[in-house]
């Protein structure tokens, strides 16, 4: 090797040697800086063609990271942070029901059965019949207040997913500002991978508000995409999220969705396009865990009313030659108001009818999910008009084709009876109605009532979505009890007023909240429409605050398996590009001796040239 080819070599040496100090330096540096990577630098040896080194080229500054780690910790974060959005809202609805036998609502119901136990006991005890009015409306403050709640967080997640799509909007954009970037560097020859540092941090940040899939292009450039394929972002260029919060969530009102608009000017649905994240929780607790809790306490509220409210109104047996059945008093039908119906078919086959009156005929037919029991059928009869005569043709109308004989008996009752020919036979007949009046309708009263317009009974009418919807907020105890409460004791003034003392509607109203024949509406999320919740309305209100604690307890269960193995990708993850610093200074020590041994060879090539110069 010739002086000159050494002397190329040293020089090549020290200039590569000058690099790796640089990069090494710089992952000393920034050992304790978040989200940086360790990075190294290679060199290419050029030869002439006597093989002596011609050049040493110095390659890009790479990275040291381990791709399949990051995308698996990536793609955990939108797992747990749906997790714990999740867990975090639910823990807050667990705290709002209580517990069973603590406190709030099963503690209430459970207050307001001791009290009508005890007001059966001595029903002419006035500080016995004002202790279940003070229940009673502590129990419907609770329920309104519940309410009320749920329906601030319900505008809380309202109001947060408006500020996740702000910031999914801005790291979009940051992304395509730092990947713009990082194709400029690229096309020039700089190094990008301070960059793609900075592009990870955005990326691990998207990744918690949405599970996105992200890839890269040949020139180092991104595409991002949603779980089932939809563009957020591509060529450099970002899609635009948009979102108009709702000012006031009313009952059964969904919330707006995101939408985005990509480059190209088409749109989506974003949560429909994810399935986990952020933002996709959100939403879900928004239209789905939220509501549901307000159909609970709807359930609650509109079951423990109409279990006092409503008496049921026995058919009495009529015979006609050989057809028998029930005649039945049906005037007292409103709205929400059933006719319940159990007779055997022209196949022998048992059957039961639930006649649901409505005032509205176009929510005619019904389906059979109008009631909770999975084992009817359920009609619907039109009773706007008022006049009894004319629900009969409606009910004949409705059971026209079962085989049974229904008319008017002539006392405008209705009247349903077998059919001895066809064979058919009837069983019972019963009607289900609300009490319109504090006395002589029987035992029932009004305990509790509609106050969100006015004072109005609670019928569980199906107009206007249901009067059960939204319930839980407008209930209240009925005015003309808190002004008497003897009404809880004095339930007949004709022929002749009951007696003070008489227990017999304290009995009746106590029982009814123990009465276990019930089914529940399965839209509550207790129970299902095929096999829905049965029993009495204490139990519900018990098995609604399980539901609730039940459902806080998984949540949270679910958010530490996941938070722990993010934590777990997040070390490995960190493994793989952590900047080690034992190992960093002791390269740079060999990088040191390697300089320093580059420079005595470039000193001796130059004494050397000096002798021979002076020789000359």
């Known amino acids: 090797m010739g002086l000159t080819s050494a002397l190329n070599t040293a020089v090549f040496g020290i200039t590569y040697n000058q690099r790796q100090l640089d990069v090494t330096a710089s992952n000393i540096a920034n050992a304790d800086t978040?989200?940086?990577s360790k990075k190294t630098i290679s060199a290419n040896a050029f030869f002439?063609?006597?093989?002596?080194?011609?050049?040493?080229?110095?390659?890009?500054?790479?990275?040291?990271?381990?791709?399949?780690?990051?995308?698996?910790?990536f793609n955990s974060l939108a797992d747990t942070s749906y997790a714990k959005q999740i867990a975090d809202f639910t823990g807050r609805l667990d705290?709002?029901?209580?517990?069973?036998?603590g406190n709030g609502l099963s503690a209430l119901a459970?207050?307001?059965?001791?009290?009508?136990?005890?007001?059966?006991?001595?029903?002419?005890n006035y500080s016995a019949q004002a202790d279940v009015v003070a229940v009673a409306d502590a129990l419907a403050r609770e329920l309104n207040g519940s309410y009320a709640r749920i329906t601030d967080l319900r505008q809380e997640a309202d109001n947060a997913l408006a500020q996740q799509t702000e910031s999914v909007n801005r790291l979009l954009s940051s992304i395509e500002d730092i990947d713009g970037a990082i194709r400029d560097a690229s096309q020039a020859g700089v190094s990008t991978a301070e960059m793609e540092d900075e592009r990870d941090r955005l990326i691990e940040?998207?990744?918690?508000?949405?599970?996105?899939?992200?890839?890269?292009s040949g020139d180092g450039t991104l595409f991002i995409q949603t779980a089932n394929g939809q563009q957020l972002y591509s060529d450099n260029r970002a899609s635009t999220l948009s979102f108009e919060t709702s000012h006031s969530l009313q009952p059964g009102q969904t919330g707006n969705t995101v939408v985005v608009r990509t480059p190209g000017?088409?749109?989506?649905?974003?949560?429909?396009?994810?399935?986990?994240?952020?933002?996709?929780a959100t939403a879900e607790l928004r239209d789905d865990i939220l509501p549901e809790a307000q159909r609970q306490l709807d359930t609650i509220a509109a079951e423990i009313s109409l279990a006092f409210s409503n008496v049921t109104i026995a058919g009495s047996a009529a015979t006609v030659g050989l057809d028998s059945g029930f005649d039945l008093d049906i005037s007292g039908l409103q709205s929400g108001n059933t006719i319940s119906l159990q007779y055997t078919d022209t196949s022998g086959v048992p059957q039961t009818v639930t006649l649901v009156a409505v005032d509205d005929p176009s929510l005619l037919p019904l389906g059979n999910s109008a009631t909770a029991n999975p084992n009817d059928t359920v009609l619907g009869v039109d009773i706007s008009s008022g006049s009894t005569a004319t629900y009969i043709t409606n009910i004949t109308a409705a059971l026209a084709g079962t085989g049974l004989q229904v008319s008017?008996?002539?006392?405008?009752?209705?009247?349903?009876l077998g059919d001895n020919t066809a064979p058919t036979s009837v069983e019972g007949l019963s009607a289900n109605v609300t009490v319109t009046a504090n006395t002589d309708q029987g035992l029932g009263l009004a305990i509790f009532v509609d106050q969100r317009a006015g004072t109005d009974l609670f019928t569980d009418a199906l107009e206007g979505g249901g009067q059960r919807l939204g319930y839980a907020s407008g209930i209240r105890v009925n005015p003309d009890l808190l002004a008497d409460s003897a009404l809880l004791v004095n339930y007949q003034t004709t022929p002749e007023p009951n007696t003070t003392n008489d227990p017999a509607r304290?009995?009746?109203?106590?029982?009814?909240?123990?009465?276990?024949?019930?089914?529940?509406?399965?839209?509550?999320?207790?129970?299902?429409?095929?096999?829905?919740?049965?029993?009495?309305v204490l139990d519900f209100v018990n098995h609604t605050v399980a539901f609730q604690g039940n459902q806080a307890n998984d949540a949270a269960t679910y958010s530490k398996s996941k938070d722990t193995m993010t934590m777990n990708l997040a070390i490995r993850y960190e493994e793989t590009y952590a900047v080690d610093l034992d190992a960093e200074l002791a390269f740079m020590v060999q990088l040191e001796n390697a300089y320093a041994a580059n420079a005595r060879v470039m000193q001796t090539i130059k004494e050397l040239f000096d002798e021979l110069l002076s020789i000359v």
């Open 34 to 36: 978040a989200g940086y």
């Open 48 to 73: 002439d063609g006597n093989g002596n080194v011609a050049g040493i080229e110095a390659t890009e500054v790479r990275r040291i990271i381990n791709e399949q780690i990051q995308a698996d910790y």
């Open 95 to 101: 705290d709002l029901f209580g517990t069973i036998g």
């Open 110 to 124: 459970g207050q307001l059965s001791s009290s009508l136990q005890t007001l059966m006991n001595d029903p002419g």
């Open 205 to 216: 940040q998207l990744s918690g508000y949405l599970d996105v899939e992200v890839s890269k």
């Open 265 to 280: 000017g088409t749109t989506y649905d974003l949560l429909d396009a994810s399935k986990s994240g952020l933002m996709v």
């Open 408 to 416: 008017n008996d002539g006392s405008g009752n209705l009247r349903i």
């Open 506 to 536: 304290a009995e009746y109203l106590a029982n009814a909240l123990n009465a276990s024949g019930t089914y529940f509406d399965p839209a509550s999320g207790i129970g299902s429409s095929s096999t829905p919740f049965r029993g009495s």
